[in-house]
């Protein structure tokens, strides 16, 4: 038997992680450190105000945790290995008397992702100092991550379980990035401080990425979404969907199950469509069709599961056409073609959280960045840059996707590159120049992270990477924290 990496996460981590959507770690710094930590921060906020995104170049000892094995053995059991830190972090203080928050959801930072059950994104709570349950910790509902509804988003009305995150200094909880959360009361006398990061993907899956010792998937006890679960574990695992056997309920019964009131039988039967083989997808792809403008737009409204507004490809039929995988990938792409905009949207959205198995349509989806409509363009982007694989030919259609109109399409050409950066001096100065003149600083931290990566001598880490994580954003201000 071979040795286990003792940083890597364990096969009932990641179930756990799966199905509660959280896992904890221990920095494993000592607590003179946190505490040092602990009197920098306050000193920070109380004498400069909350430097939000600028919290790391302001006090970079904080990178250190970070670093540590263990968070980045867990980091990269969900992750995969070259995982990027956002330029989003954000210094949450509890004050004592708080009465806590309301339960939500956060945005991607002023983009609009669809909530797809394939996790690319965390967020990680690191405590400087021990948080016990009087002191306001961050509270979750686990299992509750991939609804998008909930009893009651007033915590004093709320019928679903909840969970305080507690620790000792240098707890790191990593919560998937749906995960409704909240500062609980703060009823102690001392501040609380939690730290906010966000990590996510650069590549997909091609294997377990953690210590895997077990074959397939093994429900937990209480687990509310097996479907979902499943479909996470096998895409997590490298494995695609369609590889499942068809069997179980019926296709009309499942299309059915789709319009139910109850949000968990929606789930449960849009991840059950995996199972279903060719002779589902043409009957999904109607159904997707057959969605109104009125009722693809009615996911785009601010609300507590989507702050800064949803996007029109959060359907029913989109989320089954994703979890079946490759069967859908064909149909998929001549609905990039269709005449509703909606339904252009949904199509580049679904092959992009489809992944590898969707690589051969990367000419269609880069096509798709020069749609008319910006939801269309927006999705598109987003996809190419999760399927990567970019060539020569590829290269002026990234820089016309740098000059977009709609800073989300930007961003997110800037985020492609860099996670697969491609040799192209001309790419190389446009992102450059992006770096310094786009008025997105998100747009500008990733182009900057792009160019340093194509700049860099391949197979080797670029001299500026490492000062990324440092660098001051001159557009973040105590009035524009993030």
Known sequence: MTNRNPHLLRDDDVRKFITDGYVQVDAGLPEEFHGNLYRRIETVLEEEGNPGNNILPRIPEIQRVFDQPAVRGALTSLLGPGYLMHPHRYCHLNKPGSSGQQWHKDDYIFDHNVRHARCRWVMAFYYPQDVSADMGPTGILPGRQHYNRISDCDASRTTESALDLCGP?????????????????????????????????????????????????????????????????????????????????????????????????????????RRKGLAAVEPLAERLRATSEEEALASVPKNPANPAGGNPSELPAAYALSAMGSPAVERLEQLLEDDAWWVRAAAADVLGDIGRPAAATMPSLFRSLGDEDAWVRRNASEAVGVIGGFGPGDVSSLRDGLRDDDERVRRNIAFALARHPIQDADLVDDLAKRSVEDEGRYVRYYALAAAARMAGEAGRESPWESMLAKRWCPLTTPKSAY
Not at 181 to 187: E, L, P
Not at 213 to 239: C, D, F, Q, T, Y
Not at 243 to 263: F, K
Request: aromatic share 10%.
């Open 169 to 273: 200094a240098g707890t790191v909880s990593i919560v998937n990035f749906d995960s409704w959360h909240r500062a609980t009361a703060n009823t102690s006398a001392n501040n609380r401080y939690m730290l906010k990061f966000q990590f996510t993907r650069s590549r997909e899956p091609s294997g377990p990425e953690w210590e895997n010792r077990i074959g397939g998937w093994k429900p937990r006890p209480g687990n509310m979404l097996p479907a979902i679960s499943e479909v996470v574990w096998n895409w997590m695992s490298g494995m695609d969907s369609g590889q499942a056997e068809a069997h179980g309920v019926s296709i009309d019964r499942c299309l059915n199950d789709l319009d139910d009131t109850e949000e968990e039988v929606r789930l449960q039967a849009a991840y059950t469509f």
